[in-house]
Each structure stands twice: as C-alpha cells, then as structure tokens.
C-alpha cells in the first residue's frame, strides 16, 4: 500500500514485472494469499502505474547464485536504487554494495518509513 500511496518509489524492469506474475500466479502463492490470477493482474496493474520504469542498459550476470536474483539486482543497479528489500539478504549483501545499493530486510525498510516521517 505504501508504494501505491508513493510514499516510496519503487524500480521495476520489463523482466522483473513479468518475474513478479510468474512467481504471484503459482498456485501455491495464490492459495496462501487467498487470490486469483485476476486478482494478481489488477495488483499487478495498479503497481505498473506508480513504479519508476528502468531501462536495463547493463547486465551483470551472473553475479549472484540464483539468476531470478540477478534480475532484481539488474534493476536496482540501471535505476541507481538506494535499496534492495528482501528476505534473502546474505546473497544480494556483497554484490548490492558494490554498487552503493543498501539491502534492507521488509520490517527494517517497513520501520524506516514508519518512523523517518
């Protein structure tokens, strides 16, 4: 919601929006989120309305183990991202800053929009 309401800017790529469905459409996700696929699509849609486009002008594969990884990394590097939030912190670390980009467990970014008001 709080990307929705801009409180932050998110980056997105053409390659990581269709990671983002691929991964939100599986029935597994879908059951645990209580969804359907139209119901990811228009979330979807609604987040492709308020994201900042990143052209991928430079790829840096492969750099990390998993190559879904790389995409986010990809995206974070070609839009100059202050941070990467995620729960998979130990793999992105090391190579995120090498390109001055902070890797933010959800609840330390979810506190910092909290209270950096």
Known sequence: MAALERKFTCLASV???????????????LEAAGLSPADVGQLL??????????????????ALRDPDDDMVLETAANGAAEAIVTFNVRDFAGFAQQFGIEVLLPVQA??????DR
Do not use: G, I, S
């Open 15 to 29: 390659p990581l929006m269709v990671e983002y469905e691929a991964v939100m459409t599986r029935p597994e996700h």
């Open 45 to 62: 849609d609604a987040l492709a309305l308020v994201v900042q486009p990143v052209r991928l002008a430079y790829l840096w594969r492969p």
């Open 110 to 115: 979810w506190n910092r929009l909290r209270f």
